[in-house]
Each structure stands twice: as structure tokens, then as C-alpha cells.
């Protein structure tokens, strides 16, 4: 589809493990989004970027958490040392240089710690 | 510190009737505003926008009204459809290199009745 990607849909990982996050942008978007939803929370910003560079890293929680973008496209969110507080569904958005904050979601991750 | 407050948790409106959902924020370095809609299991879905330069925004059913002295927005969806039945998701962005970061409300539950 033409749409945001995110893999995988469904993660449950022990507490401590590590977890990667995927994220395939709609092609030809500069700018990617991550943000993530606890339980009957609203959305909440981790971090952005434009191209490869993330201008804005200011809601990530902790040094546990990281995130990398390659090639101005696929984007990886990674979680160390993951805590029962990470659990949440992870949303990424893309949106297409010059719509500023027009952003398109995938349908996200929802992680559970365990 | 919830910047952007969605104060109804919940709205029911009959079929046909408008919808009318509010957002307030408080921080006055928002400069663009966003509404989305989320089904269960979806990302969120981009409805309609509006500048702070503006203060109003028609796009079919939906209408956006801003009054930046009293730092609220609203949603008006008329006529109201069961299809609209969804979460509703108010957004702002402040201007600057840190547009991308869009602070959401918490959220409103629209159930629209036949």
C-alpha cells in the first residue's frame, strides 16, 4: 500500500530485553514522526525528523530510548532495557516536505512489556 | 503540564444533528492547529487544519474555528453521520524548527446515533 508502515504490529517482550521498532514512510515524505499512546492516554511526542537529522529529541523518556533514520526513509525506534512503563503503542507519521505538520500515521506497534 | 486539553472525555450527538468538540491550550507559541480522527486499531486519520492567522477553516462537513485570545478551538461536523463515530484528537504545533512536534489533547469519544 501507499500508506505508513509499521512493523512489527504486535511485540510482547520480557521486561530488560531489547526492542526494535520499524517504521516505512510514505515515499517521498522528508519528514518522520514517532509518538506513542500509553492506556487511556493521548499521543505523545518522542522525537522527529527531518531528512536524516532529528532536530527534536526533546520526548524521548530516557537514554533507553533511540532512534535512527536512514537514506531520508526507513526510520528505527529502539528501546533498551524495555519496562513495564514502555508498554504503549508506538505510532509513526510522515508527512510530505512543505505540508509542515499534515503528518500520515501508520497503524502502529502496540508493545506489551511483561 | 497538559498544554492542550480536550476538557469532554465523551460527546453523543443524533444522526444528522452538528457536533461541536472543543480544545483549549495554553501555550501561546502554538501557531498551527490540527484535528484528527482515530478509529480502534488505527492511526490516527488527518481531518482538517487551520493557521493561527485564520480563524475559521471550512472543508465540507467540517469546520475549524480558532480564537487565539481565548486560546480555544472547536470542531463543527454537520450533519453528523454514525461513519463519524470515532476519537477526535485536537493537535498544535508551534512555529520554528520545532514544528513537527505536535502536542495532542487527550482525546474526545464522538458516538453519532441513528
Known amino acids: 500500500g501507499a500508506g505508513v508502515s509499521q512493523s512489527p504490529s504486535n511485540k510482547v517482550t520480557e521486561k530488560g530485553k531489547d526492542v526494535e521498532l520499524r517504521c516505512d514512510p510514505i515515499s517521498g515524505h522528508t519528514a518522520l514522526y514517532w509518538y506513542r499512546q500509553s492506556l487511556g492516554q493521548g499521543l505523545e511526542f518522542l522525537i522527529y525528523f527531518q531528512g536524516n537529522s532529528a532536530p527534536d529529541k526533546s520526548g524521548l523518556p530516557s537514554d533507553r530510548f533511540s532512534a535512527e533514520r536512514t537514506g531520508g526513509s526507513v526510520s528505527t525506534l529502539t528501546i533498551q532495557r524495555t519496562q513495564q512503563e514502555d508498554s504503549a503503542v508506538y505510532l509513526c507519521a510522515s508527512s510530505p516536505q512543505g505540508r509542515r505538520t499534515e503528518a500520515f500515521f501508520g497503524q502502529g506497534t502496540r508493545l506489551t512489556v511483561v | 503540564d497538559q498544554q492542550v486539553k480536550q476538557n469532554s472525555p465523551s460527546l453523543s450527538v443524533q444522526e444528522g444533528r452538528i457536533s461541536i468538540l472543543n480544545c483549549d491550550y495554553t501555550?501561546?507559541?502554538?501557531?498551527?492547529f490540527l484535528w484528527y480522527k482515530k478509529y480502534p486499531a488505527e492511526g490516527p486519520t488527518f481531518l482538517i487544519s487551520i493557521s493561527s492567522i485564520k480563524d475559521k477553516n471550512e472543508d465540507g462537513r467540517f469546520t475549524v474555528f480558532l480564537n487565539k485570545s481565548a486560546k480555544h478551538l472547536s470542531l463543527h461536523i454537520v450533519p453528523s453521520q454514525p461513519g463519524d463515530s470515532a476519537v477526535y484528537f485536537c493537535a498544535a504545533s508551534p512555529g520554528g524548527t520545532s514544528y513537527g512536534k505536535l502536542t495532542f489533547g487527550q482525546g474526545t469519544i464522538l458516538t453519532v446515533h441513528p
Open positions: 501555550n501561546s507559541m502554538f501557531d498551527y
